[in-house]
């Protein structure tokens, strides 16, 4: 009996340890993110809220946005994140190329209650940014009025900083060239457009510092590298606030987007990436990263959850919507997105 009841004990406790391993290994949730403020944002608005009432634990990774560090992952079937963060120019190319998850909305939240192109198949939205102008007023003595004085190295001499990527810039660059917004896309979509676009940029290429990741267009003002830089709103933004710097940002002319959140195809956790998915599009939620970065929500019934001190500097805070901006094409990155991308390197190559 006396063995009996041991060997029964010890097979309990090996019962209880395999379970105990089985429930650590599942409550764990890999999120990979871009890093610097926005990533800081999210870890205060949603990581650690998330961790606290779900007793999940969030391992964090970084990355540069390129989709291809992703696809390696899925290929050789060794997918260590659950969660990816994506630009919304590089969902669709993921999806169509088998990279992301087809996301099942009655798992997340009702998609008509986000705003329009923020609920893609393959990825939902996290917010809504601006890709904006920004500048130093004690090297500017005269202020930028638009995104688009990037082209006048007349009125504005000196370097000037612009995303190494040709999503943004070849927009700008055929707005510049006096194209309107509302036909910037149709332009663009055609060989005479793209040839248009790359023209204008080649009158300021000598110019161009280029920039990579989201920390370093603030680096390269408060260096005074540059005279003026395009950048995401709330790097700006954070770097006014918390840095103490004096920059000023250009609302007209922006480009707004969305930056979106995906499951990569192959994801171990998959239930549990749907569980967060579902957290952080809730509308209470959603408003939350407000308070941390300037990114304004995408959940149509957020507005009323924003802090009121945040609002006035989000990118589509109705002041900032009162003149000219573009609203980023989702279809046609991902549509015209791989050719465009080659073409801008060997531009850059030139």
Not at 95 to 110: M, N, T
Not at 127 to 151: C, M, N, Q
């Amino acid at each position: 009996m006396t063995q009996l009841r041991t060997r029964l004990v010890a097979l309990a406790a090996a019962t209880a340890c395999m379970t105990i391993a089985g429930a650590a290994f599942a409550e764990e949730l890999s999120i990979m993110a871009s890093g610097g403020a926005w990533q800081d944002a999210q870890r205060k608005a949603w990581f650690e809220p998330f961790a606290k009432e779900t007793g999940v634990k969030i391992l964090e990774q970084e990355y540069l946005g390129d989709l291809g560090k992703v696809k390696a992952m899925v290929e050789t079937g060794n997918v260590p994140i659950d969660l990816v963060t994506v630009e919304t120019a590089t969902v669709l190319q993921g999806c169509d190329a088998g990279i992301l998850e087809r996301l099942d909305y009655s798992k997340i939240g009702p998609r008509d209650k986000f705003i329009e192109g923020s609920a893609l198949d393959c990825g939902v939205g996290l917010d809504a940014y601006g890709d904006i102008l920004a500048y130093d007023p004690t090297v500017l003595k005269e202020a930028p009025t638009s995104v688009l004085d990037l082209f006048d190295t007349t009125k504005f001499p000196g370097k000037r900083a612009m995303r190494k990527f040709p999503a943004q810039n070849l927009e700008w660059a055929l707005m510049a060239d006096g194209v309107a917004p509302a036909d910037v896309y149709k332009v663009l979509a055609t060989p005479e457009g793209v040839d248009r676009a790359f023209k204008k940029l080649d009158t300021i290429k000598k110019d161009i510092v280029w920039w990579d990741a989201g920390a370093q267009p603030a680096q390269l003002l408060a260096s005074k590298e540059v005279v003026m830089t395009t950048a995401w709103n709330g790097r700006i933004q954070n770097a006014i606030d918390t840095d103490k710097k004096p920059f000023k940002i250009v609302w007209n002319d922006q480009i707004l987007e969305y930056d979106m959140i995906s499951i990569p195809k192959g994801a171990r956790n998959p239930d549990l990436a749907y569980k967060y998915l579902a957290y952080i599009s809730k509308p209470e939620n959603n408003a939350k990263l407000a308070s941390y970065i300037t990114y304004g929500p995408v959940r149509t019934d957020a507005a009323s959850f924003v802090a009121p001190d945040a609002l006035p500097k989000l990118p589509n805070a109705p002041d900032h919507l009162a003149g000219a901006y573009l609203v980023a094409d989702t279809e046609f990155w991902g549509d015209y997105g791989e050719d465009l991308v080659k073409r801008f390197n060997a531009w850059l190559a030139q």
